[in-house]
């Protein structure tokens, strides 16, 4: 199994059922990136983050490990520590 380490910004709201995330080479990418799109936000989507019990937004460092089916290398959530998170 191919895996390599990589900065990921990560966003998810259960209520609205939706997330993204984003791969970076560095900490300060990753964080920069994920200031701006929190910045970006009105209000009441910062706040349907917040109060969503499963909302996420958050940068850390994870293993990603390649996938062969979709030859890409894709994020291993199973086991992170936010560096940074907007709430």
């Known amino acids: 199994m191919k895996t390599i380490k990589a900065w990921v910004y990560n966003n998810y709201r259960d209520k609205a059922g939706t997330g993204e995330h984003?791969?970076?080479?560095?900490?300060?990418?990753?964080?920069a990136y994920?200031?701006?799109?929190?910045?970006?936000?009105?209000?009441?989507?910062?706040?349907?983050?917040?109060?969503?019990?499963?909302?996420?937004?958050?940068?850390?460092q994870l293993d990603m490990i390649y996938d062969d089916?979709?030859?890409e290398y894709q994020p291993d959530f199973s086991n992170y520590s936010p560096v940074w998170s907007a709430f």
């Open 22 to 31: 984003k791969i970076f080479d560095t900490k300060e990418e990753a964080i």
């Open 69 to 71: 089916v979709a030859e």
């Open 34 to 60: 994920a200031k701006d799109e929190w910045n970006h936000l009105n209000e009441s989507d910062r706040n349907s983050y917040i109060n969503d019990k499963c909302g996420e937004f958050w940068v850390a």
